[in-house]
């Protein structure tokens, strides 16, 4: 089980999970909207999932991606330095980290889609 395969010493934040995955962004539940029920190229992905002292967006345990929807929170002061922690321990865990801004996600999904679809190595003919 994933939770098991992250060397952490921090206890799962399954409750925080549950209630981010009923209080998603608007872009969160659009690309949920794609990526569920392996509609995107029959990859399976799992949202709001705990890893390590972290919750992420959307991850894909066969590609070990994570996507990331950034929103407003993520232009704030102090927020690039708090990011870029959380991508070295995912990085550190052996993931790839795919960041997608929230109104990129709501405005040109087909975009993003591409973006990750470049990501996890599928292009189109």
Same mark, same amino acid.
């Given at each position: 089980?994933? !939770?098991? $395969?992250? #060397? @952490? #010493?921090?206890?799962? =934040? #399954?409750?925080? $999970? *549950? *209630?981010? !995955?009923?209080?998603?962004t608007p872009g969160e539940i659009k690309l949920w909207k794609a990526l569920r029920s392996g509609r995107f190229h029959g990859l *399976?992905? !799992? !949202?709001?999932?705990?890893?390590?002292p972290y919750i992420v967006d959307f991850? @894909?345990? $066969?590609?070990?991606?994570i996507?990331?929807?950034d929103g407003d929170s993520h232009f704030e002061p102090g927020a690039k330095e708090k990011d870029a922690t959380r991508e070295e321990f995912?990085? =550190?865990q052996r993931f790839a980290v795919l960041r997608i801004l929230n109104s990129e996600a709501v405005c040109d999904l087909e975009a993003a889609l591409a973006k990750l679809a470049y990501a996890v190595g599928y292009t189109e003919d």
């Open positions: 089980m994933l !939770r098991y $395969a992250v #060397t @952490c #010493t921090h206890p799962p =934040k #399954t409750r925080f $999970a *549950k *209630k981010l !995955r009923k209080d998603q *399976k992905f !799992r !949202r709001q999932v705990p890893v390590g991850l @894909c345990p $066969a590609k070990k991606l996507i990331e929807v995912l990085r =550190k």
